[in-house]
């Protein structure tokens, strides 16, 4: 039987418990055989990140330690230029051909499929699987919709971007990243004021 594998790509900068939690959920939903957090080396769609991608890499490593069937990978971080999906996916095909291929994507992306690099392969590759927040039905695109799946998963409103913020606030961020992430960017003064 082919093995279920989940990639859920993202700057993950930081890493948050929103991000572990929408895999953990899609994981045991579908189910998965495993997902993969795909860290962004160089996000076409970020105008600038804070954190390396040597930082970031690592609390995700940090934030998945002892958790079952959820790990990182290097996809993107060892391949030159632009990590677009298209070609993270391409990776994971020739890698594990015999696999099936689902992509996680929060359902605020959902929209924006279409606007993506090459998004006709995208959705040739593997299966798109929307965690949806919210009951409501997702705006699907035509030409995509019949490779999307929605799955409802709870909500977690948290988002790297306030985290950074109240980093930078003095704010505590305790139970919106994993404690591992916490320590790692207090040891290393990410997030905060030079």
Not at 94 to 119: F, K
Not at 162 to 173: E, K
Request: net charge negative.
């Amino acid at each position: 039987m082919a093995e279920r594998l989940g990639i859920l790509g993202g700057t993950f900068d930081p890493i948050h418990n929103g991000h572990v939690l929408l895999a953990r959920a899609v994981l045991e939903q579908l189910p998965l055989d495993r997902v993969l957090f795909v860290p962004a080396a160089d996000p076409p769609h970020k105008s600038a990140l804070v954190a390396s991608a040597a930082h970031r890499f690592e609390m995700v490593r940090l934030a998945l330690e002892g958790l079952d069937r959820l790990e990182v990978s290097r996809a993107e971080l060892d391949r030159d230029g632009p990590s677009y999906t298209v070609e993270t996916l391409r990776h994971f095909r020739s890698q594990y051909c015999d696999s099936d291929l689902y992509l996680i994507i929060g359902a605020d992306n959902v929209a924006e499929l279409p606007t993506w690099y090459d998004p006709a392969t995208i959705v040739a590759l593997a299966t798109i699987v929307a965690g949806s927040r919210e009951q409501r039905s997702l705006p699907l695109d035509a030409k995509f919709g019949s490779r999307i799946q929605r799955l409802p998963t709870p909500t977690y409103d948290i988002s790297s971007t306030d985290i950074r913020q109240r980093l930078l606030q003095g704010q505590p961020v305790r139970y919106l990243i994993p404690e591992a992430v916490e320590r790692y960017l207090t040891t290393h003064g990410l997030y905060r004021n030079p």
